[in-house]
């Protein structure tokens, strides 16, 4: 890849990346006032929410929204928020083919501006922690996609020396595994997008110095290319993981 064609790359990468366009990001979504998440549901389960508003009962069927193996059921309703009537009584229902029960929800569940609950369909109970799987995995599906483009483009970039490869592997292992894994602990919530944005910009900075310093194989200005192109085109997946992962 000559001077010209890698300058070129660069330009066209920059301009796309600074182009207004939508993302969408799990950081955006409306909070939900109550949310029921269940881990591989069977496509025909409803949960509803009946509860007494004041003295009047209500019954609420809540949305469904599928992101990989999980399924959010989420109760979205602001005019809770400001609300002075007082909800009680609250009961989950639960109903597919396969299961068909009741769940008693706590008065303070109405009472919060973010409720979050984890439904364990075989044991018939609710949580309000995840599995213990569940962050290292999504964690390790983002460091591993994005290191897969970071290689890649390393590849691209001509570098052939084991050297090289050893100095890229370490430092992106390092890099990549900090910054998912701080995000994956932030949880998804109205910073993550901006948090996200603020580790990527540290990411290229130290990425830049170690690899300017550290690769011998091809110029300086070479190195500081790849690590622009190869942290462009991995932010870019990491953005988009955020969006159909779980957090």
């Not at 939508?22 to 979504?29: C, E, G, L, R, T």
């Not at 075989?122 to 460091?143: D, F, G, H, N, V």
């Not at 998804?188 to 603020?198: A, D, K, R």
Request: contains cysteine; proline residues 4%; charged residues 15%.
């Amino acid at each position: 890849m000559n001077n010209k064609v890698l300058l070129i790359l660069v330009f066209v990468l920059l301009f796309a990346f600074f182009m207004p366009c939508p993302v969408m990001v799990n950081a955006f979504y409306p909070t939900p006032y109550i949310k029921i998440v269940v881990i591989n549901p069977p496509s025909d389960l409803e949960l509803t929410i009946r509860y007494t508003k004041d003295s009047v009962t209500e019954t609420r069927l809540l949305d469904r929204d599928n992101v990989a193996w999980e399924t959010n059921f989420e109760m979205v309703g602001y005019r809770f928020l400001n609300s002075t009537e007082h909800y009680s009584n609250g009961v989950l229902i639960v109903e597919s083919k396969e299961y068909s029960f009741e769940l008693f929800l706590p008065d303070e569940s109405f009472e919060k501006y973010d409720t979050k609950y984890i439904l364990d369909l075989k044991t018939q109970t609710l949580s309000e922690e995840y599995p213990a799987w569940r962050t290292p995995l999504t964690i390790s599906i983002r460091i591993i996609l994005t290191l897969l483009v970071e290689f890649l483009v390393f590849f691209l970039f001509a570098y052939r020396e084991k050297r090289s490869w050893i100095i890229c592997i370490i430092v992106n292992l390092i890099t990549q595994s900090v910054l998912h894994t701080w995000i994956g602990i932030l949880g998804s919530n109205f910073g993550t997008f901006f948090e996200f944005i603020f580790g990527v910009v540290i990411v290229f900075f130290v990425e830049m110095i170690v690899f300017t310093v550290a690769l011998k194989e091809h110029s300086k200005w070479k190195a500081v290319a790849y690590t622009l192109v190869g942290n462009l085109l991995s932010n870019i997946l990491g953005l988009l993981l955020l969006a159909i992962l779980p957090f």
